[in-house]
């Protein structure tokens, strides 16, 4: 039975609304809680996931960079070591190990990688916080739903590429100096990391390139927009680590020793071949053979008239003179000499053989010293390295494939024509430089 004179309490009771807020506060509060520690546990993972991702793009470098000169146990050292330093054992396990690292090549076109253990133009690191290693992500929250860690896994691929500046055109650490009436044609690049120096009535053909650092720079005469046409648009601002100076020694020891990643094919050879004198006649050079000299004193040696340096190499540490009409067609003088007259020559120089840009017929100098020539230097697939300055004076002709790099300046007078193969360049020497491609 129910008892009326309590009727109106109870009423009043279940009408009553007072805690309410509390109830609604404590499942509030623990949604809020699940929440926020499910977002605890994704930012760790996200954080784990930057690490890791850091620490394989500076492994692969490390690697790459170290195979460029080294072997490829070597350059797995570095890369381990890179890793250790960004990710330390101690703290998150062994996050790369030797199997991880794999060199091979990269095709542009399907981006894709392949291994291939003897490679150096391309590397695929991976980096793990997993289970199996160990060493996984741990979690919070999403250990009630069963969840104890996360695997995370990331992957660099790093690969080398040349510079089309450094491929083709003139490079210069310090000033370079351009005079009047030349011709650079499309894919040409003229680079400083000082300043470009040009004088007026030049001209540059769209898709030719001038940069340096700050275009501020650059030294024109009054009006020198006007007078050298299509400059404007061939401007661009940036600098260039040119790392291929500092390696000018090192290749000219290659050469030397042997080394199958500076000598040419055209050399069939391992004997060298000691030249009698300081006067290199035609019937001294022996195809397919590296000739040596090596200079006492003040000595220097003269390449003699008209002579056709073909499928040959010298190495010495003398200063080279090139008298008239010498040629080089698949060839490669390199000097240790580090005067200003390193290699010289009065007028008529034919660095490669004019063959409309084809495979072969290049020619490379290397000097670690300076390069001067007075008039009529021909490049044609040629290259010019100077651990110092490059001279040239009027009408140089490199319409079919010219690279000149000099860790001091280049200085051209007028009447050059100087444009872009593309091809036909294939035994210049280069340094090596890095992208990460994924």
């Given at each position: 039975m129910v008892d009326l004179d309590h009727l109106?309490?109870?009423?009043?009771?279940?009408?009553?609304?007072?805690?309410?807020?509390?109830?609604?506060?404590?499942?509030?509060?623990?949604?809020?809680?699940?929440?926020?520690?499910?977002?605890?546990?994704?930012?760790?993972?996200?954080?784990?996931?930057?690490?890791?991702?850091?620490?394989?793009?500076?492994?692969?470098?490390?690697?790459?960079?170290?195979?460029?000169?080294?072997?490829?146990?070597?350059?797995?050292?570095?890369?381990?070591?890179?890793?250790?330093?960004?990710?330390?054992?101690?703290d998150h396990g062994v996050t790369l190990t030797t199997s991880d690292i794999v060199f091979g090549d990269w095709n542009e076109?399907?981006?894709?990688?392949?291994?291939?253990?003897?490679?150096?133009?391309?590397?695929?690191?991976?980096?793990?916080?997993?289970?199996?290693?160990?060493?996984?992500?741990?979690?919070f929250l999403?250990?009630?739903?069963?969840?104890?860690?996360?695997?995370?896994?990331?992957?660099?691929?790093?690969?080398?590429?040349h510079p089309t500046c450094l491929r083709e055109g003139f490079v210069a650490e310090d000033v370079v100096d351009i005079q009047s009436n030349n011709s650079f044609h499309d894919g040409f690049c003229v680079h400083s990391n000082n300043y470009v120096s040009l004088n007026s009535n030049n001209y540059f053909e769209p898709g030719t390139v001038v940069s340096m650092p700050d275009l501020d720079d650059l030294e024109l005469p009054n009006s020198g927009y006007k007078t050298n046409t299509g400059l404007s648009e061939a401007l661009r601002e940036?600098?260039?680590?040119?790392?291929?100076?500092?390696?000018?020694?090192?290749?000219?020891?290659?050469?030397?020793?042997?080394?199958?990643?500076?000598?040419?094919?055209y050399i069939t050879s391992q004997v060298p071949v000691p030249l009698a004198g300081t006067t290199v006649t035609q019937a001294m050079l022996l195809p397919g053979r590296i000739h040596t000299y090596t200079c006492n004193g003040n000595?220097?040696?003269?390449?003699?008239?008209?002579?056709?340096?073909?499928?040959?190499?010298?190495?010495t540490?003398?200063?080279?003179?090139?008298?008239?009409?010498?040629?080089?067609?698949?060839?490669?003088?390199?000097?240790?000499?580090?005067?200003?007259?390193?290699?010289?020559?009065p007028s008529g120089l034919r660095v490669g053989k004019k063959d409309n840009c084809?495979?072969?017929?290049?020619?490379?100098?290397?000097?670690?010293?300076?390069?001067?020539?007075?008039?009529?230097?021909e490049m044609y697939n040629g290259q010019i390295l100077a651990k110092n300055d490059i001279e040239f004076a009027a009408n140089a002709d490199g319409i079919q494939g010219a690279a000149m790099v000099a860790g001091g300046t280049i200085s051209g007078t007028s009447n050059m024509s100087m444009g872009y193969c593309g091809s036909g360049m294939?035994?210049?020497?280069?340094?090596?430089y890095f992208k990460l491609v994924e």
């Open positions: 109106p309490l109870l009423r009043n009771f279940l009408r009553n609304e007072d805690g309410a807020g509390t109830a609604y506060s404590l499942l509030t509060l623990a949604a809020m809680a699940m929440l926020g520690g499910y977002a605890i546990d994704v930012s760790n993972v996200m954080t784990a996931r930057t690490n890791l991702q850091v620490t394989a793009d500076a492994a692969a470098h490390a690697a790459l960079l170290k195979r460029d000169t080294a072997n490829a146990e070597d350059a797995k050292l570095a890369a381990l070591a890179m890793a250790e330093k960004n990710l330390p054992s101690q076109v399907t981006r894709t990688f392949t291994p291939r253990a003897s490679s150096r133009s391309a590397v695929q690191v991976t980096a793990r916080q997993t289970s199996a290693n160990t060493n996984p992500v741990p979690v999403l250990q009630f739903v069963g969840m104890d860690s996360w695997d995370v896994i990331n992957k660099a691929t790093y690969v080398t590429y940036g600098g260039w680590n040119i790392r291929v100076v500092d390696r000018i020694q090192d290749i000219i020891n290659g050469i030397a020793s042997y080394d199958p990643r500076y000598v040419p094919d000595k220097r040696m003269t390449i003699d008239n008209n002579v056709l340096m073909s499928k040959v190499v010298l190495v540490n003398c200063e080279i003179k090139f008298s008239q009409g010498v040629a080089m067609e698949d060839a490669i003088i390199a000097t240790t000499n580090t005067s200003a007259d390193s290699l010289n020559a084809a495979e072969g017929g290049g020619a490379q100098l290397l000097t670690m010293g300076s390069v001067k020539v007075a008039s009529a230097l294939e035994d210049n020497f280069h340094a090596e």
